[in-house]
């Protein structure tokens, strides 16, 4: 029995060890992205390329479930504040949940999804095919070369989705709230447009999308580049940046709706 | 000038952790030569390439390239030393997202300031040495096994390189490529004054190409010599190897306990 519980503690202890050691050696993995992101500044085109795919090709999907949360958002929104006669508030709700909240997070999770799993699947299978091992055996560095181009890729990427899927999200709430449900035209916009605020609602929705932006990359990237050089390896990868990322994204959210709304009414 | 020696490996040992892969390895390498290192799989042959690129680290003893020891330089003399030494992996390693001309550009563009339109004359060049250029504009997905290690081979000589590394170039080819990939080996060695060194378990085709073969087994130099001296050789791991005999000095068991005692026969058991 003592033996069992030895070995329980043990396995306890190896695994404390490994987690740290892999956190330590993720945050050096990020120090040396940023390191070595001068290449990708000074020949942009590197980033560009990159931003078509992680950004454009990430559009349809984005606008899509955009369109559709913000319709869910007019439905229940409507269906909540009629009860208390204030549905023509009903384009504030989708505009401050949108901006606020659910634009940030739902993209960021999509966009991990999408994005982030095909950055992790590139770079690992770049590692399993030797590609990266021959660019350093041709003196070029693969985390300034192919990390670093699609991280800034991601990271500038990212904001601009949640904006995109926060304003297709309201089309959305309208398409429902006004076209099909009939609430006033001019009420569902003006108040909207009274209740938002620019530095307390949309500002802190683009910092949100930035610091997830950041986090979802930089987690991808470093799975693919950390992957095991096997189909196995690649696909636990792609895994693992889905659910880490997830889990970051909703826990930051967290962290920073703590900070950035309290005391607001 | 062909006896001037590229590489040196002196006294080399590696160890995995506890396992030594490597023991007391010594080699000499002169320019415009090719030479094949064989040996049976995980006898440490990638290994000694891995080493000689400055990929890993010497567990003691060293590896001299162009005058300088590999471990000992920093990360941007590495560099340095690499542009004048190219790898071919087993399977080509190109890069899938890249066109075969890009690919064959891609260390020009990196290392160099050339303009567009000479680095295209370049790679064309390289290209019509592989007899590739009219698949310039191909993706490496729409190549054969060998044309893809024949753009691999266009891409490691694009900087003109004093030393080519393969690993296990003949893997997987039908003859005919074999032999094309074979002869190009040698030609461009031949051409550019370079060295070669070739990792390979293929034995027939390398004889026909290399000047001089080292046998790897157990971590140590089994033999060494020129092809004439290999195929005539009567040492028993070269002769087993050689002729691919089933049993030898390197046994067709793994080592194990007594078969009889495995089974329990002793005991009465069984």
């Known amino acids: ?265 | 000038m062909a006896s001037e020696t590229l590489v040196e490996v002196n006294d080399l040992n590696f160890s995995y952790g506890e396992r030594p892969l490597l023991r007391g390895i010594n080699m000499t390498m002169h320019r415009g030569k090719v030479i094949a290192i064989m040996g049976g799989s995980g006898s440490g042959k990638t290994t000694l390439l891995r080493l000689i690129g400055g990929a890993i680290v010497p567990t003691s003893g060293h590896v001299k390239v162009a005058g300088e020891v590999v471990h000992k330089l920093n990360r941007d003399d590495l560099f340095q030393l690499r542009r004048k030494m190219s790898m071919l992996f087993q399977f080509g390693a190109l890069f899938t997202d890249l066109s075969v001309f890009d690919n064959v550009a891609f260390q020009i563009r990196e290392h160099t300031d050339l303009p567009e339109s000479m680095v295209r004359d370049l790679v064309l060049m390289k290209l019509q040495a592989v007899g590739l250029r009219g698949a310039h504009d191909l993706m490496p997905a729409q190549l054969s096994g060998g044309m893809a290690r024949r753009v691999a081979l266009a891409r490691s000589i694009a900087l003109d390189p004093l030393l080519i590394m393969y690993d296990e170039p003949f893997t997987g080819l039908d003859p005919i490529s074999l032999t094309v990939i074979g002869n190009l080996v040698r030609r461009l060695t031949d051409a550019l004054g370079m060295t070669s060194i070739v990792v390979t378990h293929d034995v027939q085709e390398s004889l026909k190409i290399v000047d001089y073969v080292y046998f790897i087994s157990d971590g140590v130099i089994a033999a060494h010599g020129t092809p004439d001296e290999v195929r005539e050789s009567v040492a028993p791991f070269v002769h087993q190897f050689v002729h691919g005999e089933e049993d030898g000095p390197v046994t067709f068991h793994y080592p194990a306990k007594a078969y009889a005692s495995d089974l329990k026969l002793e005991t009465g058991l069984a």
């Open chain 1, 1 to 265: 029995m003592p033996r069992r519980v030895a070995i329980g503690i043990r396995g306890i202890g190896h695994r404390v060890i490994d987690s740290t050691w892999r956190l330590g050696y993720a945050s050096r993995f990020f120090l040396l992205i940023l390191l070595k992101s001068g290449t990708s500044l000074r020949r942009f085109s590197l980033v560009i390329r990159e931003l078509y795919f992680t950004g454009v090709l990430s559009l349809i999907i984005i606008s899509v479930s955009g369109l559709f949360v913000g319709m869910v958002l007019g439905l229940q929104g409507y269906e909540t504040l009629q009860r208390f006669g204030a549905e023509s508030a009903v384009g504030t709700m989708v505009a401050l949940s949108l901006v606020r909240e659910l634009g940030p997070v739902v993209a960021a999770l999509l966009f991990a999804s999408r994005a982030g799993s095909a950055i992790t699947a590139e770079i690992g299978l770049m590692k399993a095919t030797e590609q990266l091992a021959a660019m350093e055996m041709m003196a070029v560095d693969p985390i300034a070369r192919v990390v670093a181009p699609r991280f800034w890729a991601g990271v500038i990427s990212m904001p601009f989705l949640a904006a995109m899927f926060s304003v297709v999200g309201v089309f959305g709430g309208y398409l429902v709230a006004v076209v099909l449900i009939g609430v006033d035209d001019g009420s569902f916009w003006s108040q909207m447009q009274n209740a938002v605020d620019f530095r307390y609602d949309i500002v802190n929705g683009i910092i949100k999308t930035c610091v997830f932006g950041v986090a979802v990359t930089a987690v991808a990237v470093f799975e693919g580049y950390d992957a095991s050089p096997t189909a196995e390896g690649v696909s636990g990868a792609t895994t693992r940046t889905v659910v880490t990322s997830s889990l970051v994204i909703l826990g930051l959210d967290f962290a920073l709706t703590s900070f950035m709304f309290r005391g607001m009414s």
